[in-house]
């Protein structure tokens, strides 16, 4: 490819990996515009420590960054091209109240899978003219316009919950309120709501899903081009769990079709007397490319996904508080009770909006409920921007260049304990005045909905939900309501995923009926620990066990095989040969450590499955954190064989002969296996769980599904030849078996060849001693064998006519043969 060498190719390799090492030299030297931000001198030269947090501990970065602030003062760099700020008063020079120009970091928006919506979109300008239409249609105007909608819902709500009085099974109510901000959003929005309210029951509803969806968030940071993993979803959405595939369908397929019809309407001349937001960006003044249906759609997942979560998270943050504080629920029932005779008829939002206690309520449980927990950051572009504060009693100054991030985080600014004092606790009075007024000064210490040009869109909504459902639900529902075994850990805040995470997120379960996984689910894998009983503990680790040796060994033959075809593709390139053999040696080291370990981690093992021969000091374990590293050494090393997959053939590909596009596909195929590694990756947060060493079985039900993805994945992308062969075959209508190869077959369609003459006798097929069946343009012969293209049949009767288009080449191959007379070959 481009006439470069494979060696030249590994020049230019190598020259990047010196340039990388050169610019982390760069970015920690004295010329770099933020060396004299404070910070720890890794996450000043590299992105490392943001990907260790954030990718393999799981969102995990904002709690570091809390406490590099507690280190090195109010502004730290948190990675070569960031700045991270806890002082909110610097909060309004960041987000730039007052239209100063602010585009957000590249490096933050890679996240987001929905890089159409504004929301999405770097540049400020191109943001300005997105959001303008959008931002418009969520006005206080238009909010107050459609609140009848919501009063509607609200009762809905109510009615639903009481109707569940007397149910003996306790449920868990952010379910009901997401079923009630996703029926809020879309009914407002879309002018039909999704009817979660109206369906038996609280599933399937959209927090599971948003939840599942966001899971990535970190590995599309990082790995960007993974996001068209994201256009799988209309793929593989009958093959999802309901509810998910409900969210893919309605983000990716009916809103989609439902901005053509309303385009239809318009261009038939047809006014609807209730305004969607379609409606309203199909006639505003964006231009025709932003009026697109997909970049509508992306519009219309950002307004969703925003407004579901968020809204819902707030409510059932509320709720918990008021039910452990009778005596908040008190006060706040008796300033309702002045406003509202009957509370299934409710005042407007905007008489309750005067409600002082009530406001502070909702104040207090935003704060305590963050919005988005991830640090959320702006570029200015055109000045730079000075900060004057103050660390350790002394005066500090920095300057913030134009052109590079500074960002800010809820979750840490909303403890500030110099605005919030006791700020873990729920405190509605400290929003309050002597004169019980609303206290403005500590307003402007919140960061829940952002601030500037880029703040939150669906504020007044949120407000409006807010107000009228926490009105009905104080007066109706709470007073019948109880907890059932939730306590404050269960709320807490413990990690990111764009939006805060609780430590437990107990209704993520996802079962996999896959293989010998079976057995262990039907014993307990995959069930909590207070699900379980004796037995079930018991057996289902004793099964996990198993499972793990069976997996490490089926892991290390399969690697092994894909690092020896490697090997044979790439005969003659001595320095990639000894890449394959450092990736053979990791993988059999990997294999040892994770199956001895395994084995050794308790003395005896069945230690692992039977306790009581622990309690009795018959036996001994190692800490549970050795599950964990065991777990990141199987990981760390499939990754990088699967990567090898894509990089190696890469690099032999690049200097064939081949057509471009056949280079391509060809690559494409190679880099099929890669995706496996997507689904490691996927792995890691769960494996990290083995941690706390609670509920085990829940945990590494999910490192199990995902290690049968990975696997299958593996086993389809070492097939794809074998399977093209067979698709082939019947494509041109001939026998589906293992018949002659026919005189059609065209030859523009074969990938990959073994680049030598045609050979007219009869000869044995080439067998591929790996069983992977994929070989580039050179392979060794015996004295005993023939060379043959690939694709020829079994019988040798290779009777296709050649295709000039074929692969080609105007050089002679050197061939690693046992006999001088037969090298070299020439085509
Ligand atoms: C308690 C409720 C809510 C909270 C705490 C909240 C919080 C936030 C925050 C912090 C941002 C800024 C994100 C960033 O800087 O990257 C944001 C943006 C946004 N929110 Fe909300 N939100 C809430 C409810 C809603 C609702 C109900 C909607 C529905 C329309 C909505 C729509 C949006 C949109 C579209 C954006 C992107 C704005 C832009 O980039 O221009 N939010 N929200």
Not at 49 to 58: A, M, N, T
Not at 488 to 495: G, P, S, T
Request: aromatic share 10%; proline share 5%; net charge neutral.
């Amino acid at each position: 490819m481009f006439g470069l060498s494979t060696n030249q190719v590994l020049v230019i390799a190598g020259g990047w990996l010196i340039y990388q090492l050169l610019k982390a030299l760069y970015n920690i030297s004295t010329f770099h515009p933020l060396s004299r931000i404070p910070g720890p001198k890794l996450a000043a030269a590299t992105y490392l420590p943001e990907f260790y947090y954030d990718v393999v501990k799981f969102g995990c970065y904002t709690k570091e960054i809390k406490k590099l602030h507690e280190k090195y003062g109010p502004l730290v760099r948190i990675n070569p091209n960031e700045i991270h700020c806890n002082d909110i008063a610097f909060s309004d020079e960041i987000y730039a109240v007052g239209g100063r120009k602010r585009d957000k970091p590249v490096h933050q928006i890679n996240g987001s899978a929905i890089g159409q919506a504004g929301f999405g979109t770097a540049d400020h300008d191109i943001h300005r003219l997105r959001r303008i239409p959008v931002a418009k249609f969520f006005s206080r105007g238009m909010v107050a316009r459609l609140e009848p909608e919501i009063h509607g819902l609200v009762q809905k709500l109510c009615n639903k919950l009481l109707s569940q009085q007397g149910d003996t099974e306790a449920f868990d109510v952010t379910m009901a309120y997401s079923c009630f901000t996703s029926d809020a959003i879309s009914g407002y929005s879309f002018g039909e709501s999704f009817g979660f309210l109206d369906q038996k029951g609280w599933y399937p509803n959209f927090r599971e899903p948003t939840a599942s969806l966001l899971r990535p968030v970190f590995i599309f940071r990082f790995f960007p081009w993974t996001k068209a993993s994201a256009g799988l979803g209309m793929v593989l959405v009958d093959y999802m769990p309901k509810d998910i595939a409900l969210f893919v369908r309605t983000l990716q397929i009916d809103l989609p079709i439902k901005i053509r019809q309303v385009k239809a309407n318009i261009d038939a001349g047809i006014v609807l007397d209730r305004p969607t937001i379609f409606d309203s960006l199909l006639r505003s003044d964006l231009d025709a490319l932003d009026k697109e249906p997909q970049r509508l759609a992306d519009e219309a997942a950002a307004v969703i996904g925003a407004g579901t979560e968020t809204t819902s998270w707030t409510l059932a943050v509320i709720t918990y508080h008021l039910l452990t504080k009778p005596k908040l629920l008190e006060k706040l029932t008796s300033e309702l009770r002045t406003v509202v005779a009957d509370p299934t008829h409710l005042p407007s939002w905007t008489e309750l909006e005067t409600l002082p206690y009530l406001g502070a309520v909702i104040q207090e449980g935003l704060r305590l409920s963050y919005g988005v927990s991830a640090r959320t950051a702006r570029v200015a572009t055109e000045e730079n921007l000075i900060y004057r504060g103050e660390w350790n009693k002394k005066p500090v100054q920095y300057v913030v260049p134009k052109g590079y991030a500074i960002g800010m985080s809820a979750v840490i600014t909303h403890h500030d304990e110099g605005a919030f004092p006791d700020s873990y606790a729920f405190i509605p009075e400290r929003w309050l005045d002597e004169n019980n007024q609303r206290r403005k000064d500590i307003e402007r210490s919140m960061l829940a909905f952002s601030k500037g040009s880029r703040m939150c869109l669906g504020m007044n909504l949120a407000f409006c939900e807010l107000n009228l459902c926490l009105t009905a639900l104080v007066l109706r529902v709470l007073p019948h309501m109880c907890l059932h075994e939730t306590v404050d850990e269960d709320l807490a805040y413990d990690h990111d995923m764009f939006i805060p995470m609780t430590k437990d997120t107990r209704g993520v379960v996802y079962m996999a009926v896959v293989g010998l996984s079976v057995y262990g689910l039907l014993v307990g894998l995959g069930r909590l620990e207070e699900d379980l009983n004796a037995w079930q503990w018991s057996e289902s680790l004793k099964y996990y066990i198993v499972w793990i040796l069976m997996y490490v060994v089926a892991l290390a033959i399969v690697k092994s095989s894909v690092c020896l075809t490697i090997l044979r593709i790439a005969s003659t390139k001595k320095p990639l040969r000894i890449s394959v053999w450092i990736l053979l040696g990791v993988t059999w080291c990997s294999f040892c450590i994770t199956f001895i370990g395994t084995l050794l981690y308790c003395q005896p093992v069945n230690a692992i499955w039977t306790p009581q021969l622990i309690l009795s000091g018959k036996a001994k374990c190692a800490p549970v954190e050795t599950l964990v590293i065991i777990g990141h050494v199987a990981t760390v090393s499939t990754i990088l064989t699967d990567l090898a997959l894509v990089v190696v053939p890469g690099f032999l590909l690049w200097e064939t002969q081949m057509k471009r596009q056949a280079k391509l596909q060809a690559w494409g195929l190679l880099s099929f296996a890669s995706v496996a590694s997507i689904i490691t990756m996927v792995r890691i947060p769960y494996v990290n769980k083995f941690g706390g060493g609670a509920n085990l079985q829940f945990w590494v039900a999910h490192t199990i599904l995902c290690s049968n993805v990975e696997t299958g994945i593996g086993c389809i992308a070492s097939s794809l030849p074998s399977l093209r062969h067979f698709i082939r075959r019947n494509a041109d209508g001939s026998s589906s078996g293992p018949s002659k190869p026919s005189n059609k077959r065209s030859g523009s369609r074969d990938f990959f060849t073994v680049g030598s003459a045609r050979q007219n006798k009869p000869r044995e097929a080439y067998n591929n001693p790996t069983d992977i069946g994929i070989s580039l343009s050179t392979i060794k012969g015996r004295s005993d064998e023939n060379w043959q293209r690939l694709g020829v049949g079994s019988d040798g009767s290779s009777d296709e006519t050649f295709d000039p288009r074929r692969i080609f080449t105007q050089h002679t191959f050197s061939v690693d043969v046992d006999r001088q007379s037969q090298a070299p070959l020439r085509e």
